[in-house]
């Protein structure tokens, strides 16, 4: 049973002996000492961890089979073990293409960015006070993208390029919503052909796919709503699509590009020829291949389209004092106000790898990414120019980066040869090649390119001519490159406009002054690094060292995602085990990785289950319960299933309201799809109806979806199989320690039963999937793959560990169960703590939360109190605040997570009980209403300092409300 | 000729191609960009950076042979040859010992201290206000060493072990200065023994070796003034030594203990059995072996010597609000206030591996370390019990982790056979191998150290009868590890006291904990990340992330430094190119890589001189000549060869006096040994003189010994040997890159003519030095070997570039060359800048400086205004200060180096514009003499909070005093 994580050794029975390995990993992971523990139990009530979890779970969901996860390793041990994985995974020179390249990631960001524990544990930047760092940042991508696709909008940033597509044909049909054909250019990438395809069902959209040169739109009257083009073409043309553009405008339809900003530096950019939406892959902006992933997609579009766009969008406005602020402006995050009218469900996005690729522009500018592309370009005219002496014939007449090339010859035995060289080439077709070259290309790279077309298992009495008339030195390369020097596309095309103009472009160009900027503005943003992010629904746990250091190892960094896959064995190694050992926490008998979000993962688990219904005849099936306390994503998720949503009530103590719910189930008994259910509630408590709100379900012939997003709550003490559910998404980023990145990147992978395993999501280019797979959720087979090593060593470092201090009563998962247990109590002991102070929300029959809990803040509403004002004097206290009016209106979501230790959820205590005492203050109207300490909360250092102090308070008692900040004192750079 | 840095191609003398790599780390290494330097050539009156060079330096010193290093390569070029070279390390289990012990570096503590900028960028805490950080770490590391030791006051750090028992000898030499007889036991590390030896001869002091068991006081009459022990011993035992202690007590000496931290946390420590010294390295403490560096040296003494300590001592004190202020208090920095009468020249130390190993000890607290310690010894408990049952013989009765085992058959068979399994053990003599154990042992490892002494390349009958009796399975192992537990060693050599009780080794045990604990100190301390740092006389320059990298990888950072040579090619083709690329830069023919910092180098350089002076037959030469400008190290070290200091003046106009000069060498011309000269002079000025200076020397049968800290200035401009220096150190963490780590570790490699180079130090573990060589003057062989891929990768990186945007006219060394240029133009540029403001003290006749420049602050001092006024001023402007009071008391020495960019160098002009109008509102008597933005800096924020605010100026005066600082604020932690 235990083959499937083989590197698990099986638990030993045995007493811990002095010699075991120090495997105190566990320890590490949560904050409060055992000691500690003992007294937070005896605060709460309880008299043990164990008694914590049968006063705050119904007994009926407590595991039946004990999670077996084999031994824990120690932190050296996994480290040793995921290197031997990573060696199963070859690093070779791909030119494979498709919309991942070669790139080199500065070393300076590499180090202080992606490798940098304050720039990957920031949350999504909702809190502008304490975000002007990574908000500036993001600014920086947009108008990065913005200059390079001549475009005035961009947004900061989507999933991949497959998905951002979708999400491109979506802007058209929303703004065109009574046709419903989509155009797309049969040279777009595979995978984003079969992404488009994969997100029109949901809408019943029709996509054609064809040569943009054959699209005849009067086959489709005034049913086409856009055109999806791709600039320069999965197999490297160009094609100047002025004529074209104008054609579909005057069909009334929207023209959306793909695009490439290497080549956009030397190309006309879009924006330019009257594209009204271009995306593309970020990637080759200084960001690793990763197998696939992550990288931060763009998308950009015309001021007219604004409102549309997905995603989020950051803008500059002036704060309170006058000061220029950066905020999330446009944070559609259109789940939350259009609910099932929405249309995108993106929430997590890829904001740290957005950073990487604007802070390569920041580093190299305009001149020097010019220089990085037209030497690309300059390498592909000299190949191109000695495959034409070789007799070959290159397919596109116009190039940036890639050739295709037609061969008299087998294109699969070329391909092999290029392979035993360690050179990876794209298979187009029998006797076709595609090759995509990058900045890592050098002359040396060349020659053995070169070698491979007149070499290897090819055409033997060809080789031999073909060789002779070959001279490949590198001088001579040097004067084919003078002589080919701008000539691979026409002028009509080339770029005239200018870019990258801003200083932010132009002023950071040596490392020293690279590095003080990173950290200048990392220093405006509190991170995990700083306090406590008790951001309800989030999980902001410990990301560990030895769980980020994998990641940026070359084996797993530096893979193309379509690299043949025996070249990518370590990776095969990887999935499997984490399916495995995700499937032991969950109780699942499938897994896909593809989705690489939660909101993903809610749609691929939907479309699945749709697939399933389907396959058994079920195809009318369409209606989806939702509770009103569901996730924006939930109903958006849904409807872009071809769902319709039906929301469902809940109780005023939170619960599920499970009279409405059965009725309804009822009432759509014969449409009835699916429900889609958060367990523990977003309201922070499991509840026992659970259990029998999946059988209503069952029972009228539904699936049960579960978000897994509180799967925090449940690991180790129960799962969402035994429960009940057939599908769930696991936020990786959330419960199983990817870092949130400043709002990406994530993972949102699906745990499946077995009757659903056979949908589980294709992918066009890489065969996997189950026998009935719905297509591709993201543009990678594996999603963010390279991400994936962060999970599986905390699986790894939290398995069966016999060598606790405190050993707890059930074997098996004792390093996940602790954890659990540990995210319980800190919530339990943070509400109790509180309890005094403010009104929980909810509670279970016993009086406890699950991992989470809800304060309220509506009774201060009529003293003149708002949710926010607490939330934002807490910055003042050196905390970011909890997750504001979710799922409730005018409240506070509280999560701690195990992670975070006695002495800072003490410190959080006391900084709400001061608060609190400052809420009094105006509420009993002994201090001015408009003006006070809430009221003008948070307080940036330079509006203290101001000469003319005015407010009715001092400026300590603003800047420092308690002692502990006077030791410690996190500033917020803005006011709000 | 360039076979030597092997991985040079030949320059190519072709233009520049598109296709070549785009190698712009020269670029990026330097500060201003190449439209810049051309305005700021302007800026100076010259036309170009040739003519600065024409104007700054006196022709006669201008290089003759250009400097050779071969093509420069691109960051993905260098780290992929240091791959490669890394590649030729062999990492083994090593149970070597003999004060190197592998170590477990918890990954928190690896990767957000030594591979984060902001902590090995920081310098030495000369100013408390912006150093709190680093400053309570060391305090913890000072904690850590008093409590463990039991002895109450403690320094942080020195250099290393040997170098420590120097000065503990020296230590009670100070002590009893008429005695001159020290005794070493035997059983001390070899490298100690031979380091003090080297030490002794510059003082005359007779080291006599035995068993101290053996010492015979009487035959010594009254002579002996001092002992060193080694607790445990270097062959494990352990001796209780009340006794002994006394005894040496009662004979007028005192006793040195060298020994061993984590054996303290188990064993009585030496300060309850009476040792009034104790030493040691606390590498094995999470700082990695590194092939022998750097690690931190310890040292603790009782209270009555204290005064005598070497090295830094941090204290606490209070600050002028109140606020608990850390700072150097007991920095006796002897040599600048004894100069020739000190007799310690330490001066860099190892800050930043002292502040990891205290890192440890607050992340694991005594219990963690005590649970470490004891696994530790009963594994050895395990091994000893297995090794009698074979049949052989353990020397040592008692032991903590190392075992003395006499073999019936070769050791070096033994050792050669365990070789082969992977395995290190220490040869001890023919029948006599030793086997150290360290925290990273597990039982699968004990296994196979079991089976290498029963199986193997050995006495073949034993091995059947022992192999039959042996059962090894890891149960065995375990219940032998019960039966052993505690009975290594006498219950009265157990410790019975605590330590580590401080909260600060009881509060951060979680990784979140201890991740915001490194991240708050971090944050209040000033590095480059934040700033320039132009402190005179240190080259604060890039340490560029590239170089960086290799540093921690393992083939480089686990390498025990007497693993046998073949197992280091990779380092020995490391040193090689180095010491290649070195010489060529200085034009030396000889290099030693022992020394570990500058002051190391100065000795072993004037060591060298006097030995090849006896060599010919000048035993009397014992004059050394020092400028009265000269590093207080200089005549320190002059001091500690056994040289005479005669001290000689400079002219007003910054010039050594040539005549005083010339006077005083042939007033000693039968005694002249050597001159002691920094270049350009500390004054920061290029002297036509030099030459003539060091001929007068060589007329006077004298050697030169040049002070290679303002290097920086030279390199591919002119070079010491061509200027006729026969001696100069390379500060590698000055000129070449290496981080300066908050006050170490540094590297002080020397450079020879070829008539010295036999006399390059030796060391008595590894065959190394010249054909005559002095004794090792550090303890490992390469002093601090994992630090030199920092200066290999930056010469490989400056190397001839033929890809520069600007092309200078003399091929060959283009990077080094234009980055020495730019830091001459940085220098110069600012001294035009503030000319205008403060006088400068010294320039050359054409009105240029080198690569620094003094200001003088004197002026001002008749109206109230001292130079730590404006330093500290500089503080609250976000500038570290300059270098104050050297060499000139009352001046501020200032070096911007070439890293800073145009922006920052005018951004510091604006500060020191501005701090001279307050200076004058207070000379001229508009402000109070005491009470103004000068005296009062530099301004926390919390003082600038507080209620009631009584200054003459407002709040934001004084944080405030220029637009740029309400965009970027450091904020000092406390104040004076
Ligand atoms: C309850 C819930 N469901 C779903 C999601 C969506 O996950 P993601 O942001 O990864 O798309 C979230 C995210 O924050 C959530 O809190
Ligand atoms: C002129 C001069 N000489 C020698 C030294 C000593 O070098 P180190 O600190 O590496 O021992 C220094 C150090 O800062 C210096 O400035
Ligand atoms: O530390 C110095 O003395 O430069």
Redesign the interface.
């Known amino acids: 049973q235990l083959k499937k994580f083989s590197t698990s050794k099986l638990i030993s029975q ?1 007493k811990r ?6 495997n ?1 990993f566990p ?7 055992n000691i500690e523990i003992t007294d937070m139990c005896k605060a709460i009530g309880v008299d043990s961890l164990d008694s914590l979890v049968q006063k705050a779970l119904p007994p009926n969901i407590l595991l039946k089979k004990p999670t077996n996860l084999g031994k824990s390793f120690s ?2 041990e996994t480290l040793e073990r995921l290197k031997n994985i990573a060696k199963g995974n070859k690093v070779m020179r791909s030119y494979i293409g498709m919309g991942y390249n070669g790139t ?1 990631t500065p ?2 960001i ?3 960015i992606m ?1 940098s ?2 720039w990957y544990t920031q949350y999504t930047p909702y809190q502008p006070e304490i975000s002007q760092g990574r908000l500036e940042s993001l600014i920086n991508f947009q108008t990065m993208i913005c200059d390079l696709t001549g475009l005035p909008i961009a947004n900061a940033s989507l999933l991949d390029e497959g998905t951002a597509a979708g999400e491109a044909m979506l802007l058209c049909y929303n703004t065109n919503p009574k046709k419903n054909v989509f155009f797309v250019d049969a040279e777009c990438h595979p995978q984003t052909i079969s992404c488009v395809q994969t997100r029109a069902q949901g809408f019943g959209i029709d996509v054609v796919v064809a040569n943009h040169k054959d699209f005849d739109f009067s086959k489709y009257e005034d049913k086409v709503m856009g055109v999806l083009i791709q600039y320069p073409s999965t197999y490297g043309s160009i094609e100047d699509y002025e004529v074209f553009v104008k054609n579909v405008h005057s069909k009334g339809a929207l023209v959306a590009c793909a695009t490439d900003l290497m080549a956009l530096t030397l190309l006309k950019p879009p924006g330019d020829f009257g594209a009204d939406i271009a995306f593309g892959n970020s990637q080759r902006f200084g960001v690793p291949l990763g197998y696939g992933g992550p990288h931060a997609a763009f998308f950009a579009v015309r001021d007219e389209h604004k409102r549309r766009m997905p995603g989020r969008l950051i803008g500059v406005s002036k704060d309170a004092t006058g000061k220029p602020a950066y905020r999330l402006s446009l944070q559609t995050r259109e789940q939350h106000i259009r609910r099932e009218k929405a249309t995108s469900n993106i929430c997590t996005a890829q904001a740290l790898l957005a950073n990487m690729s604007a802070m390569y522009a920041v580093y190299h500018g305009a001149e ?1 990414i010019k ?2 592309a ?2 690309i370009n ?2 592909t005219a ?1 190949l191109a120019s000695y495959l034409k002496n070789l007799g070959l014939k290159i397919k596109n007449e116009y190039f940036f980066d890639t050739l295709t090339v037609e061969l008299p010859y087998s294109a699969k035995s070329l391909i092999s040869a290029a392979e035993n060289a360690g050179i990876n080439l794209r298979f187009v077709d029998e006797f076709t090649v595609g090759v995509t070259l990058d900045e ?1 290309v ?2 040396e790279d ?1 020659q053995d390119l070169i070698e491979i077309f007149c070499n290897g298992e090819i055409h033997k009495s060809y080789k031999q001519t073909a060789r002779r008339s070959l001279n490949t030195s590198l ?1 001579d ?2 004067s084919l ?2 002589i080919q ?1 701008g000539n691979t596309f026409p002028d009509s095309l080339k770029r005239t406009s200018t870019y990258l103009t801003h200083p932010v472009f132009n ?1 950071y ?5 690279m ?2 900027y990173i ?2 503005l990392q ?1 405006k943003d509190l991170s ?4 406590m992010i008790p951001l309800g629904s989030c999980t902001m746990k ?1 990301n ?3 769980e ?2 994998p990641v940026t190892w070359p084996e797993f960094s530096s893979i193309h995602p379509f690299a043949p896959a025996h070249q990518a064995k370590g990776y095969q190694i990887l999935f499997d085990e984490l399916s495995y050992a995700l499937e032991q926490a969950t109780g699942f008998e499938g897994m896909s990785l593809q989705p690489n979000s939660g909101a993903q993962g809610e749609y691929a688990g939907l479309r699945v289950i749709k697939a399933y219904l389907d396959s058994i005849g079920q195809h009318q099936r369409n209606i989806c319960l939702i509770p009103v306390s569901a996730h924006g994503t939930n109903p958006a998720s849904a409807t872009m299933s071809g769902l319709k949503v039906v929301t469902v009530k809940c109780l005023p103590d939170g619960n599920l309201d499970l009279a409405d719910f059965e009725a309804k189930a009822k009432l759509h008994k014969d449409n009835l799809a699916a429900t889609m259910i958060t367990y523990p509630s977003t309201f922070g408590v499991f509840e026992a109806g659970i259990v029998r709100a999946c059988e209503i379900i069952h029972e009228n012939g539904g699936q049960v979806y579960m978000d897994g997003a509180n799967l925090n709550a449940q690991l180790g003490l129960c799962n969402p199989a035994e429960i009940g559910a057939d599908v769930c998404h696991l936020n990786l980023h959330k419960t199983f320690c990817i870092p949130h990145g400043g709002g990406g990147p994530g993972m949102g992978p699906i745990g499946v039963k077995a009757h659903l395993e056979p949908f589980l999501p294709s992918h066009p280019v890489v065969p996997m999937g189950g026998k009935n797979a719905i297509g591709p959720v993201s543009a990678a087979p594996w999603g963010s793959a390279s991400i994936l090593p962060i999970s599986w060593a905390y699986l790894k470092l939290m398995g069966n560990n016999i060598n606790f201090r405190i050993i707890t009563q059930i074997l098996g998962d004792d390093g996940l169960r602790k954890a659990t247990q540990v995210a319980l109590l800190n919530a339990n002991y943070l509400m109790k703590k509180l309890e005094p102070h403010y009104e929980i929300l909810y509670k279970n029959e016993n009086g406890y939360c699950a991992h989470e809990f809800i304060i309220d803040i509506r009774p201060f509403q009529s003293g003149g109190i708002e949710v926010i004002d607490v939330a934002k004097r807490l910055h003042d206290y050196g905390f970011h605040s909890p997750t504001m009016s979710f799922p409730v209106v005018g409240t506070l979501m509280i999560e701690p997570t195990e ?3 006695k ?2 959820l003490d410190r959080f205590v006391d900084a709400m009980i001061s608060i609190k005492q400052e809420i009094l203050q105006v509420t009993e109207g002994k201090v001015d209403k408009k003006n006070n300490l809430l009221k003008n909360s948070p307080h940036p ?2 509006q ?4 003319k102090w005015d407010k009715p308070y ?3 008692q603003a ?2 409300p308690l002692s502990y900040l ?1 030791k ?2 996190f500033w917020p750079s803005v006011s709000r």
Chains 1, 2 share one sequence.
Request: overall charge negative; hydrophobic content about 30%; aromatic content about 4%.
């Open positions: 045995q002996s002095v010699l075991d390995q120090i105190n320890d590490r992971h949560v904050g409060p000492e932190e050296v080199i070393p300076v590499l180090r202080n490798e524990p304050s020097g220089e990085i037209t030497r300059s390498f000299v890592t050098n002359k060349l001088s390369f040097d490159a003078t020097n002023t160009h040596s490392e020293t002054e590095l003080r950290v200048e220093n995990l690094t700083n306090a410990l560990a060292t030895t980020m250091i992670s975070e230790s002495q800072e250092v330079h203290l300092l101001t000469e001092t400026r300590e800047a420092y006077r410690k004192k």
